[in-house]
């Protein structure tokens, strides 16, 4: 009997261990930050939440009453059908592949994937994914509500596409993996000229994504604003649950003893 108990027990402890390690592995991160950067996380976070959801607010009213901002599509989208060229057309198709429905999230995948299994803490890649998936929902759903247009199918370089057109797919994609993986990576460094830099090449990212839909015609200028703006919401999120999750001031308690491992190392 007390032979089957050490036994029971060997197991319980084993079954233990594995759920204490998947815990701490896709759960517990904790970092100690100074009271005064743990302010501006969650200042950064309310403001940009504010200027996405005043901008595409702004954006969508433009565009069911076809004014304000939404006036500027048809003169965009002249100007950018002047510029069409036959190297310029490969270039934006190629800059549409890569931001496309089935590249970009092949390329997420992997960078998910990858990156949780390198990190000791997998909060970050999955809160990449889950940023991701936030937004495939919420423009499906905006889709489907605003039922807008696409510009003229005869002005579309690389196929016809009937599916309504605001806000864009692509750019809102573009701009999730852009803006939320670049913080996600730099939060944890110290750097900040290195994080803008990084934040600078996703703005790169976002405007040649951006410009790729306008130029190949499956988008208007505000479609590609709304998507912007919705990505600016979401980053807001992000940072604001990234901070609650994981940041504490000196003198709050690390739970975790993974964490508190890693913060007595650190």
Not at 206 to 230: E, N, P, T
């Amino acid at each position: 009997m007390g032979q089957q108990g050490s036994a029971g027990s060997g197991t319980s402890r084993k079954s233990t261990g594995k759920w204490r390690a998947f815990h701490d592995k896709f759960v517990v991160e904790e970092r100690y930050v100074d009271p005064a950067d743990r302010r501006s996380l969650y200042r950064a976070a309310v403001i940009l939440a504010a200027v996405g959801l005043a901008l595409f607010l702004a954006t969508l009213v433009s565009v069911v009453q076809a004014d304000g901002l939404s006036a500027a599509d048809v003169p965009v989208r002249d100007w950018l059908l002047g510029l069409r060229s036959q190297t310029l057309t490969v270039v934006m198709i190629f800059l549409a592949v890569l931001f496309g429905p089935i590249a970009l999230p092949i390329i997420v995948l992997v960078v998910v994937v990858v990156w949780g299994f390198a990190a000791k803490h997998a909060w970050r890649p999955v809160v990449l994914a889950s940023a991701m998936l936030s937004g495939v929902i919420i423009s499906q759903i905006i889709l489907q509500i605003v039922r807008r247009s696409r510009p003229p199918v005869e002005q579309m370089l690389f196929g016809i596409d009937h599916t309504f057109s605001f806000p864009s797919g692509h750019v809102l994609g573009a701009c999730d993996f852009l803006l939320v993986g670049t913080f996600l990576i730099y939060s944890r460094r110290k750097n900040r000229k290195a994080a803008v830099f990084g934040f600078i090449g996703a703005g790169v990212g976002i405007v040649l994504a951006s410009v790729s839909r306008l130029y190949l015609g499956y988008h208007w200028l505000s479609d590609a604003l709304a998507s912007v703006s919705l990505s600016l919401l979401i980053l807001g999120g992000v940072i604001a649950l990234d901070t609650w999750r994981t940041a504490r001031i000196p003198g709050e308690r690390i739970t975790g003893e993974l964490s508190k491992a890693e913060t007595q190392r650190d």
